[in-house]
């Protein structure tokens, strides 16, 4: 029988009550839960507290009979009585999480995307970890305090990525460069991105530091990190979209590494995205901003026009060939004597639309497109499965046509691994890897021959090609808007830039179409200006200003005719235009607002004051994302 532990008494010493310092006001925001408690907050703070509070120091205060956490945006001293005030709980940590920049920051954040600040706050700033805190020495403070931000010529460019060289090389050569002139912010799209960039950095001897800062890293680690920018004098801080808040006192640049990519906008409330945050950063801190990419997007398309941002291009010209598809073929009879010449020179790159095997299924009898009893479309995973509902994973067993019980099976749109049947069977005895989500390649065999990769899966590590082949260039671009038409470019583009010297882009697509011509060059201005002319012509980005509403179904048609109302009244611009998204799948509306650009900020102090006015009078909570990637996020 397993003993009993003897009781143990507790000693409780006895503490004397801290005093209120008699005139220090904190100023403070707090996270309510509530987005329309989104004002400045005051308190009184201790005389112990005082020493320990800075801005930007994080803090416990009471707040409607409960203890919620609190960031310092100012301190003031008040010669009138603030008895009536509450007092400071406790002081979070000894280092502040944020800069007076980076309260100002947050602040115009939160006017331009209709937020609350808290919310932000949250995105931005690490998760505290109360070991980590303890592990930094107070003494540290005077360091942060002596740090002053100083007053620069802005300079905005958009770099294009050059050919025959790894992009990934480009930027880290351009961190460096800004680096010789002061801290460095480095944003890229993902992780694996970040991986990339650190590995190149990792063989140089560097007399400075760099410090990772993304969502891969440890809770710890990462807050530990975020702690250090703020500390670290000459730093080159390398992470994700998130790294964008990092408080960096000397900073001097911020780099966007591919710009077009969509993991730079945020999916969930506030949904900002990167680029017009940097701007807006950069606009506070007087800091010089570098774009990178391949086809610059629309927003930054007509900042060029407008000679707000330099464009620099390398001078080069690829050796590029066309060739039609005449009866729906998946290589053209002329493209496979010259992929076999390419072949024997080296290994050749393969561009494909879309993973998986077959993501539409026809009858090859009557041709009508096989769906599922939910009204999905059937997808075949391999050769000899049956076909799998796309969106409830019915399997369906003995398929037959539903229009002419026809059994025989049409593959409509090829995904990656039918191309790599077909492409094995044009081709024998040729070793071939494959590269999609999940499986991404960093390297590639010595002894593959062939590559094939759909967008945004190209192995990381640099290798040149003997050939690059642009499989399916028509259905490529049947893009459904001009955002994935611009995505489109960039991935020719990307895919281009890894052919050698000597080889050779083949695109199965029309001779004649300017996508051509624009490889060849090394120049993407008439396919920008070609988007450009038509979202100015349908009245879309970045000629206007789009904020996609979500609220419950109920409400819709009340809230639609009180924006329609809105505009008579000329609380929105006359010239606004309001539809209706229906999905009858879904519980929630969609209701899209769109404006002229320059009354953006119009827009967007509307649909703040809306959003607080519902939740003040409990009516169901709207989402307001205002310029997103797409309209049916």
């Given at each position: 029988m397993q003993s009993v532990k003897p009781l143990r008494l507790k000693r409780e010493a006895y503490k004397e009550p801290s005093k209120a310092h008699p005139h220090t006001v904190v100023n403070v925001w707090v996270d309510s839960g509530l987005s329309h408690l989104d004002g400045i907050f005051s308190y009184r703070c201790t005389s112990e507290q005082k020493n320990y509070i800075h801005v930007g120091s994080r803090l416990k205060v009471p707040f409607n009979s409960r203890s919620c956490e609190a960031i310092v945006v100012n301190i003031t001293e008040s010669q009138d009585s603030i008895e009536q005030l509450k007092t400071v709980e406790s002081v979070l940590g000894n280092i502040p999480v944020a800069n007076r920049a980076l309260i100002d920051f947050y602040q115009l954040m939160a006017k331009y995307w209709a937020s609350d600040p808290y919310s932000l706050v949250k995105q931005g700033i690490p998760s505290r970890v109360a070991s980590v805190d303890k592990s930094f020495e107070s003494s540290i403070l005077a360091k942060?305090?002596?740090?002053?931000?100083?007053?620069?010529?802005?300079?905005?460019?958009?770099?294009?990525?050059?050919?025959?060289?790894?992009?990934y090389r480009e930027?880290?050569?351009?961190?460096?460069?800004?680096?010789?002139?002061?801290?460095?912010?480095?944003?890229?799209?993902?992780?694996?991105?970040?991986?990339?960039?650190?590995?190149?950095?990792?063989?140089?001897?560097?007399?400075?530091?760099?410090?990772?800062?993304?969502?891969?890293?440890?809770?710890?680690?990462?807050?530990?990190?975020?702690?250090?920018?703020?500390?670290?004098?000459?730093?080159?801080?390398?992470g994700n979209r998130s790294a964008l808040f990092a408080p960096i006192h000397d900073l001097d640049s911020i780099i966007v590494g591919f710009e077009k990519s969509e993991q730079y906008f945020e999916k969930k409330h506030p949904y900002w995205n990167t680029r017009d945050s940097v701007f807006l950063r950069a606009q506070i801190e007087k800091v010089s901003v570098y774009f990178t990419g391949y086809v610059p997007s629309c927003e930054m398309a007509q900042k060029i026009e407008a000679r707000e941002?330099?464009?620099?291009?390398?001078?080069?010209?690829?050796?590029?060939?066309?060739?039609?598809?005449?009866?729906?073929?998946?290589?053209?009879?002329?493209?496979?004597?010259?992929?076999?010449?390419f072949l024997r020179e080296g290994t050749v790159l393969f561009l494909v639309p879309r993973k998986g095997y077959?993501?539409?299924?026809?009858?090859?009898?009557?041709?009508?497109?096989?769906?599922?009893?939910?009204?999905?479309?059937?997808?075949?995973?391999?050769?000899?499965?049956?076909?799998?509902?796309?969106?409830?994973?019915?399997?369906?067993?003995?398929?037959?046509?539903?229009?002419?019980?026809?059994?025989?099976?049409?593959?409509?749109?090829?995904?990656?691994?039918?191309?790599?049947?077909?492409?094995?069977?044009?081709?024998?005895?040729?070793?071939?890897?494959?590269?999609?989500?999940?499986?991404?390649?960093?390297?590639?065999?010595?002894?593959?021959?062939?590559?094939?990769?759909?967008?945004?899966a190209i192995p990381g590590n640099a290798k040149d090609y003997s050939a690059v082949v642009l499989l399916e260039g028509q259905r490529f671009l049947a893009a459904t808007s001009t955002r994935y038409e611009e995505l489109v470019y960039e991935s020719f583009f990307e895919a281009a830039s890894h052919v050698n010297t000597k080889g050779s882009v083949l695109i199965i697509l029309d001779s004649f179409h300017p996508l051509v011509a624009a490889i060849t060059k090394w120049n993407p201005a008439g396919l920008v200006k070609k988007i450009l002319r038509e979202n100015e012509d349908a009245f879309l980005p970045p000629f206007s200003s789009v904020a996609l509403i979500t609220i419950e179904k109920q409400d819709a048609i009340l809230l639609r005719n009180g924006l329609i109302?809105?505009?008579?009244?000329?609380?929105?611009?006359?010239?606004?235009?309001?539809?209706?998204?229906?999905?009858?799948?879904?519980?929630?509306?969609?209701?899209?607002v769109s404006v002229p650009a320059e009354n953006r900020g119009v827009l967007a102090a509307f649909l703040h004051e809306l959003a607080r006015k519902r939740a003040i009078s409990k009516k169901s909570s709207v989402s307001i994302a205002l310029d997103p990637f797409t309209l049916s996020q």
């Amino acid at each position: 029988m397993q003993s009993v532990k003897p009781l143990r008494l507790k000693r409780e010493a006895y503490k004397e009550p801290s005093k209120a310092h008699p005139h220090t006001v904190v100023n403070v925001w707090v996270d309510s839960g509530l987005s329309h408690l989104d004002g400045i907050f005051s308190y009184r703070c201790t005389s112990e507290q005082k020493n320990y509070i800075h801005v930007g120091s994080r803090l416990k205060v009471p707040f409607n009979s409960r203890s919620c956490e609190a960031i310092v945006v100012n301190i003031t001293e008040s010669q009138d009585s603030i008895e009536q005030l509450k007092t400071v709980e406790s002081v979070l940590g000894n280092i502040p999480v944020a800069n007076r920049a980076l309260i100002d920051f947050y602040q115009l954040m939160a006017k331009y995307w209709a937020s609350d600040p808290y919310s932000l706050v949250k995105q931005g700033i690490p998760s505290r970890v109360a070991s980590v805190d303890k592990s930094f020495e107070s003494s540290i403070l005077a360091k942060v305090e002596k740090d002053n931000s100083f007053r620069k010529s802005r300079q905005n460019f958009f770099l294009m990525h050059s050919p025959h060289k790894s992009a990934y090389r480009e930027i880290a050569e351009l961190a460096l460069e800004r680096m010789k002139l002061g801290s460095t912010l480095l944003l890229l799209p993902d992780s694996k991105d970040v991986d990339r960039v650190i590995q190149l950095l990792d063989v140089k001897n560097l007399d400075f530091d760099f410090i990772r800062l993304d969502s891969s890293l440890p809770r710890a680690q990462r807050y530990e990190n975020y702690l250090r920018t703020s500390l670290e004098k000459n730093v080159l801080v390398i992470g994700n979209r998130s790294a964008l808040f990092a408080p960096i006192h000397d900073l001097d640049s911020i780099i966007v590494g591919f710009e077009k990519s969509e993991q730079y906008f945020e999916k969930k409330h506030p949904y900002w995205n990167t680029r017009d945050s940097v701007f807006l950063r950069a606009q506070i801190e007087k800091v010089s901003v570098y774009f990178t990419g391949y086809v610059p997007s629309c927003e930054m398309a007509q900042k060029i026009e407008a000679r707000e941002i330099k464009f620099v291009a390398p001078k080069a010209n690829l050796n590029t060939l066309a060739f039609p598809q005449t009866k729906g073929e998946l290589l053209p009879d002329r493209l496979i004597p010259k992929i076999r010449k390419f072949l024997r020179e080296g290994t050749v790159l393969f561009l494909v639309p879309r993973k998986g095997y077959a993501n539409a299924l026809l009858c090859a009898k009557c041709r009508n497109m096989a769906l599922c009893k939910c009204g999905s479309r059937l997808v075949v995973t391999s050769q000899n499965s049956d076909p799998v509902c796309s969106v409830c994973s019915t399997s369906v067993k003995n398929w037959q046509c539903a229009w002419c019980k026809g059994t025989t099976r049409y593959v409509a749109a090829r995904g990656i691994d039918r191309f790599h049947e077909e492409i094995g069977r044009a081709f024998p005895n040729t070793s071939i890897q494959l590269s999609s989500a999940p499986n991404i390649l960093e390297d590639v065999a010595e002894k593959t021959k062939i590559v094939i990769a759909t967008t945004g899966a190209i192995p990381g590590n640099a290798k040149d090609y003997s050939a690059v082949v642009l499989l399916e260039g028509q259905r490529f671009l049947a893009a459904t808007s001009t955002r994935y038409e611009e995505l489109v470019y960039e991935s020719f583009f990307e895919a281009a830039s890894h052919v050698n010297t000597k080889g050779s882009v083949l695109i199965i697509l029309d001779s004649f179409h300017p996508l051509v011509a624009a490889i060849t060059k090394w120049n993407p201005a008439g396919l920008v200006k070609k988007i450009l002319r038509e979202n100015e012509d349908a009245f879309l980005p970045p000629f206007s200003s789009v904020a996609l509403i979500t609220i419950e179904k109920q409400d819709a048609i009340l809230l639609r005719n009180g924006l329609i109302k809105s505009i008579k009244d000329e609380r929105l611009p006359v010239s606004s235009q309001i539809f209706r998204l229906n999905d009858s799948d879904s519980e929630k509306t969609k209701i899209v607002v769109s404006v002229p650009a320059e009354n953006r900020g119009v827009l967007a102090a509307f649909l703040h004051e809306l959003a607080r006015k519902r939740a003040i009078s409990k009516k169901s909570s709207v989402s307001i994302a205002l310029d997103p990637f797409t309209l049916s996020q």
